[in-house]
């Protein structure tokens, strides 16, 4: 039997199969296309998204494979060589400091990948297998059994827990007879991806959006490479247009109008044929088996937050799966999961559907679509569930989506402030990859003693204490921040979100947190379907 199954080689599988593997956790994934994406898809990474790669070491590669930040700027005009077309600019030196040591990037799926792929294959040799197709699933309380296809030849698996991150029409999760809510067919479109010498047309304001609009033509261009590789949005919204007839003449005559460029030279590389939808599975967890990424939850492009929502999914499971792994977490933790991801995904939907509906009413109406923060979304999304240990505050005032305000409250992400001069080192950076983080106060003398105890619960603990790595105006603002006298502390959680808060000296240590990973305790009204039998 193997650990952990991973179903689907898009983003979010490969991210949970890096994430298990640096984790030491022996993960098999199986891709049933041959290759990684063609069709750059997604394409924002967003600051959160970043932070979790940048914990993973893998920023800078990524950072690396994606567009200058100078490139996250959004064009709207009649077409995209209009010289009366508005440019606003929002990355990082147009818009006052985002509290993060890093920041969204482009990175189309295309390009990111690859790249993700090569680090999952270092980190889970052999266990990488694209080209095989998941063809039978039997689900029992103790794993599931899977019937795999490659190359004509099959073969049978088990693995005692299965991820499905198989895609929107996940064929998991309609095996497992878990519905899906929310508005689907929202909105029709067609995705052209293609190639044109563009880039002469914008080199003096590369963005990541260019808004075509026009009479009896609305779509935009999206940036893959701002140069020569581009994709092309048709939105055939209430226009009476057959998206499955148009051909290749069709599709370039499309994209001359838009770019205002009659004579444009344009090689048509694929097309896709889409409609938008924001829905949310009904659960989370069947048994054994998780849904993660656009299998667990599909939100409309607009806001980008479909593929960085499956980003955290990863996250948030991996840590949890390896902790029951390795014998120092309860498999009771897992159940937090579902009500842990679930609400944000919920969230993330609305949002993305709220954005979608704007955009519509804006085309129709001629008016610009309104612009829509989504910090709060981004950075300031909570959990509450057993594996957080709640201090009764209530969460930061303002609005949820717009407004992130830094707080040390539980189940909160740990606040960022840069830790020297140089700017290099992060708060964030200080939480452990494996096992639990306390970040504790100058004056905080009971902090060695919560090692021991940890030793005795069996739980991996890591210990920094904020003396002189800090100022100390810049520490008494991050302690203020975070709730907590010089002699509090946080416990982190390996996804960097706070697991119990101690403004001044506990008590009785931090046995209830050891008790609690040890032994999570169900919600009141949480319950999860016990898994069935025989499922194929």
């Known amino acids: 039997m193997i650990p952990v199954l991973v179903v689907g080689g898009g983003p979010v599988g490969l991210s949970l199969a890096i994430r298990l593997g640096q984790l030491g956790v022996p993960a098999t994934l199986v891709e049933q296309h041959p290759d990684t994406a063609v069709f750059p898809k997604g394409r924002a990474l967003s600051i959160r998204s970043m932070e979790i790669f940048r914990s993973w070491e893998l920023e800078k590669d990524i950072t690396a494979a994606g567009l200058p930040r100078e490139h996250l700027a959004f064009y709207t005009g009649r077409t995209l060589t209009d010289p009366s077309g508005t440019r606003i600019v929002t990355g990082p030196g147009a818009r006052p400091p985002v509290p993060s040591p890093t920041y969204t990037l482009l990175c189309s799926q295309d390009r990111l990948e690859p790249l993700l792929r090569a680090h999952a294959q270092r980190l889970q040799p052999d266990r990488i297998r694209f080209g095989t197709e998941l063809v039978d699933l039997v689900v029992d309380p103790d794993g599931v059994t899977v019937g795999l296809r490659s190359g004509g030849r099959g ?118 044929v889409w409609h938008a939808a924001a829905q949310v599975a009904d659960r989370f967890r069947h048994g054994p088996v998780f849904l993660a990424g656009d299998a667990a939850h599909v939100t409309t492009p607009y806001g980008g937050f479909g593929m960085n929502c499956g980003i955290a999914d990863a996250d948030n ?72 240990i709640s201090d009764g505050t209530d969460p930061p005032p303002g609005n949820p989506v717009a407004d992130y305000v830094p707080t040390g409250r539980p189940g909160h992400r740990l606040p960022h402030v840069w830790l020297d001069q140089g700017e290099t080192l992060s708060t964030l950076d200080l939480v452990a990859g494996e096992g639990f983080t306390l970040l504790a106060g100058p004056a905080a003398a009971w902090a060695p003693t919560a090692v021991q105890q940890a030793r005795h619960a069996g739980v991996p603990l890591t210990v920094h204490v904020l003396d002189d790595a800090l100022s100390q105006p810049t520490r008494a603002d991050f302690l203020g921040r975070c709730g907590l006298r010089d002699d509090g502390a946080l416990l982190l959680r390996p996804d960097a979100h706070v697991a119990w808060r101690t403004p001044g000296t506990p008590r009785d240590g931090i046995h209830e947190m050891m008790d609690r990973v040890r032994q999570p305790a169900p919600r009141p009204g949480l319950r999860h379907p016990r898994p069935a039998e025989g499922v194929a």
């Open 155 to 272: 073969d049978r698996l088990r693995a005692r827990y299965l991820v499905a991150a198989d895609g929107a029409r996940s064929g998991i999760r309609q095996r497992l007879d878990i519905a899906m809510a929310g508005p689907s067919g929202v909105s029709r479109n067609l995705n052209i991806l293609f190639d044109a010498d563009l880039g002469q047309h914008i080199a003096d304001r590369p963005c990541a959006v260019y808004t075509i609009t026009q009479p009896g033509l609305h779509g935009a261009f999206l940036a893959v490479d701002n140069q020569h590789r581009w994709l092309f949005n048709l939105v055939a919204d209430g226009d009476d247009v057959d998206l499955d007839s148009l051909d290749d003449a069709a599709c370039i005559g499309l994209i001359r109008a838009a770019a205002g460029l009659p004579d444009l030279t344009v090689t048509v590389v694929g097309r896709q």
């Open 317 to 388: 499971l991996a840590w949890k799966l390896a902790a029951v792994h390795h014998g120092w977490a309860d498999p009771a933790l897992l159940d937090t999961y579902d009500p842990e991801r679930r609400p944000v995904a919920l969230a993330s939907a609305a949002e993305s559907h709220l954005r979608l509906v704007d955009t519509i009413d804006a085309q129709r109406t001629g008016a610009p679509p309104r612009g829509r923060p989504s910090e709060g979304l981004v950075l300031g999304y909570h959990y509450t569930s057993a594996a957080v």
